[in-house]
């Protein structure tokens, strides 16, 4: 079984190269890496690098001039070869058997995709010593609440999920081509969201998103580059990271789960209550709640201009590109 490996990057130099490192120790043999670079221009030893690995045919390396972490990664489906596509950051690090244990899970024709368990480093200060989940609650199948109930990190069970973190995921490939199901690139910014709305898109086909813990990695979670299009400290972000998310609903909620995920969103991320832990300063909500509402009125925007023109700008130019 052939699995092709998509990284996307942008603004990544060192941790790139470490990440590629890191795949290419792999002792699985049948897979073919593909790194969809939207980085302008490299430090000359990362340039020298991809170069050497690119000539050698380890990696197929891609160069593109606008950055769209869903446009990327539908660029890299369009030139994949495997059967399976696996979806990684540029800045994660992968122990041995990693992808055996994404490769395993399809020989069972039910599963349509597998959601890896996922190690942030920067988080790892903060978790629980020595907290297991067997079984995640009711609530994480729950469209409008799941986000707040899914745990890829202290779940040690295999079992069935509603969708996967974007830095270690995996999709049979016929998802794409015989279901139709692609990446929204309305998804802006860091692109927070759009996995969950592509896994979403899941449920019509009657196929699982499967949760494999031995399917393990550490997410190094540099602040800037990567998938990013912008700095997540930026004005810019604030705004996608709520029009992400209020896009996700509007596409795929009822009103009443659209209904909960807007109070929820509110209650943590504006508020700042669990598991947020944000700043408690009035200004600050006040700030926040602005940024909510400028993100809602976004997201409606984005829909409204989709009434004649559906958003997949990037995948438009480039089929038009490939079938001139």
């Given at each position: 079984m052939l699995l092709s490996l998509i990284i996307p990057t942008y603004g990544r130099?060192?941790?790139?190269?470490?990440?590629?490192?890191?795949v290419l120790q792999q002792n699985y043999s049948h897979y073919e890496v593909l790194v969809i670079d939207q980085t302008s221009t490299h430090t000359p030893d990362t340039q020298a690098y991809l170069e050497t690995l690119a000539a050698a045919q380890k990696i197929r390396w891609f160069r593109l001039n606008w950055a769209s972490l869903p446009g990327a990664r539908n660029y890299g489906v369009r030139r994949a070869l495997g059967e399976i596509i696996l979806f990684l950051d540029d800045d994660v690090l992968l122990p041995q058997g990693f992808l055996e244990a994404h490769a395993q899970n399809y020989t069972n024709p039910q599963i349509g995709a597998v959601a890896g368990r996922v190690f942030d480093r920067l988080k790892l200060a903060d978790a629980i010593p020595g907290l297991q989940i067997e079984y995640l609650p009711p609530e994480?199948?729950?469209?409008?609440?799941?986000?707040?109930?899914?745990?890829?990190?202290?779940t040690v069970k295999p079992q069935q999920v509603i969708t996967a973190r974007g830095c270690n995921m995996s999709f049979r490939r016929s998802l794409f081509y015989d279901?139709?199901?692609?990446?929204?690139?309305?998804?802006?910014?860091?692109?927070?969201?759009?996995?969950?709305?592509?896994c979403l898109h899941i449920r019509q086909t009657g196929l699982k998103i499967w949760y494999d813990p031995a399917a393990h990695l550490v997410h190094l979670g540099e602040e800037t580059g990567g998938c990013h299009d912008v700095s997540t400290r930026s004005l810019q972000y604030q705004i996608t990271f709520y029009h992400n998310h209020f896009l996700m609903a509007l596409k795929n909620l009822t009103l009443w789960q659209g209904l909960r995920l807007a109070a929820k969103l509110f209650d943590c991320h504006?508020?700042?209550?669990?598991?947020?832990?944000?700043?408690?300063?009035?200004?600050?909500?006040?700030?926040?709640?602005?940024?909510?509402?400028?993100?809602?009125?976004?997201?409606?925007g984005t829909l409204i201009?989709?009434?004649?023109?559906?958003?997949?700008?990037?995948?438009q130019g480039d089929r038009a590109l490939k079938n001139s």
């Amino acid at each position: 079984m052939l699995l092709s490996l998509i990284i996307p990057t942008y603004g990544r130099e060192t941790v790139l190269c470490e990440t590629i490192a890191s795949v290419l120790q792999q002792n699985y043999s049948h897979y073919e890496v593909l790194v969809i670079d939207q980085t302008s221009t490299h430090t000359p030893d990362t340039q020298a690098y991809l170069e050497t690995l690119a000539a050698a045919q380890k990696i197929r390396w891609f160069r593109l001039n606008w950055a769209s972490l869903p446009g990327a990664r539908n660029y890299g489906v369009r030139r994949a070869l495997g059967e399976i596509i696996l979806f990684l950051d540029d800045d994660v690090l992968l122990p041995q058997g990693f992808l055996e244990a994404h490769a395993q899970n399809y020989t069972n024709p039910q599963i349509g995709a597998v959601a890896g368990r996922v190690f942030d480093r920067l988080k790892l200060a903060d978790a629980i010593p020595g907290l297991q989940i067997e079984y995640l609650p009711p609530e994480a199948m729950d469209a409008g609440i799941a986000w707040y109930h899914i745990d890829l990190v202290h779940t040690v069970k295999p079992q069935q999920v509603i969708t996967a973190r974007g830095c270690n995921m995996s999709f049979r490939r016929s998802l794409f081509y015989d279901h139709g199901i692609w990446f929204d690139e309305r998804f802006k910014g860091s692109a927070v969201r759009e996995e969950s709305d592509f896994c979403l898109h899941i449920r019509q086909t009657g196929l699982k998103i499967w949760y494999d813990p031995a399917a393990h990695l550490v997410h190094l979670g540099e602040e800037t580059g990567g998938c990013h299009d912008v700095s997540t400290r930026s004005l810019q972000y604030q705004i996608t990271f709520y029009h992400n998310h209020f896009l996700m609903a509007l596409k795929n909620l009822t009103l009443w789960q659209g209904l909960r995920l807007a109070a929820k969103l509110f209650d943590c991320h504006v508020l700042g209550h669990p598991p947020c832990y944000k700043s408690g300063s009035p200004l600050k909500i006040i700030t926040r709640g602005l940024f909510y509402a400028v993100g809602f009125g976004s997201a409606v925007g984005t829909l409204i201009k989709s009434l004649s023109h559906n958003g997949q700008v990037y995948s438009q130019g480039d089929r038009a590109l490939k079938n001139s």
